[in-house]
């Protein structure tokens, strides 16, 4: 089955600089790649997904990327802000709608 | 309002007790998740249920812990003889499918799930 990992487990970053979150998957049938934010006390929410057809998305200040060959892709948050602050999720799945395989998570704290 | 809605929001209960936790999906969603979150860990998956099909158990720890889904909507994840190591919350998600140009993806929306404190 999938397996996803994700580095690093913390990352603190100035407000204002940018934070970069990785992470690999190990099934290659996988296409769909969705990104959930979660802040204290309340549950993941989607932040930003992409598919394997599309090499790179950008949403304002957070974009993904995804190199399908190597089955890694990565989560940039540019001018980071201090509700930036939460843990992101990396997770994948196939198109087939089965369940979705989320990474062990990133605590992301942004300094102000 | 139109989200997931989880309750209890917190459950203590005494070692050896049973536990029931119930989630509300989004109405029309076909697919209901239940994932188990210790302190400061990732999201583990315990079951999966998608429309009239059998549900995906395969996330479930022991046999314990069960899950029903009524009438494809409400659901209701049960832990039996509690164990302090049951102690976390409880999320649960509900997706539907998302179509476009030949691609589906499932977006999931979360609760804010339960948090059981086993004493």
């Known amino acids: 089955g999938e397996n996803v990992e994700q580095h690093p487990s913390t990352l603190s970053v100035q407000e204002g600089d940018s934070a970069v979150i990785k992470c690999t998957y190990s099934?290659?049938?996988?296409?769909?790649f969705p990104w959930y934010k979660q802040e204290l006390g309340k549950g993941p929410q989607l932040i930003i997904d992409?598919?394997?057809?599309?090499g790179e998305k950008k949403d304002q200040r957070i974009a993904v990327t995804l190199n399908k060959t190597a089955k890694h892709f990565s989560l940039h948050i540019t001018e980071t802000q201090p509700e930036d602050s939460a843990v992101y999720f990396c997770?994948?799945?196939?198109?087939?709608?089965?369940?979705?395989?989320f990474g062990p998570g990133t605590s992301l704290s942004v300094i102000p | 309002g139109a989200g997931v809605s989880q309750s209890p929001s917190n459950k203590v209960t005494e070692k050896g007790k049973d536990v029931e936790l119930r989630c509300d999906p989004i109405?029309?969603?076909?697919?209901l998740y239940w994932y188990r979150q210790s302190l400061g860990q990732g999201l583990e998956f315990l079951i999966y249920?998608?429309?009239?099909?059998?549900?995906?158990k395969s996330g479930l720890p022991s046999d314990r812990f069960s899950a029903e889904r009524t009438g494809g909507s409400v659901s209701t994840l049960t832990i039996q003889r509690t164990q302090q190591e049951d102690s976390a919350v409880y999320l649960c998600?509900?997706?539907?499918?998302?179509?476009?140009?030949?691609?589906?993806?499932?977006?999931?929306?979360f609760g804010a799930g339960t948090r059981l404190s086993v004493l």
């Open positions: 998600a509900s997706s539907t499918r998302v179509s476009g140009s030949g691609w589906g993806k499932n977006i999931q929306y």
């Open positions: 099934d290659s049938a996988s296409n769909y």
């Open positions: 992409i598919r394997s057809n599309v």
């Open positions: 997770a994948a799945s196939e198109t087939s709608y089965d369940k979705v395989i």
């Open positions: 109405s029309g969603h076909t697919a």
């Open positions: 249920f998608q429309g009239n099909s059998a549900p995906d």
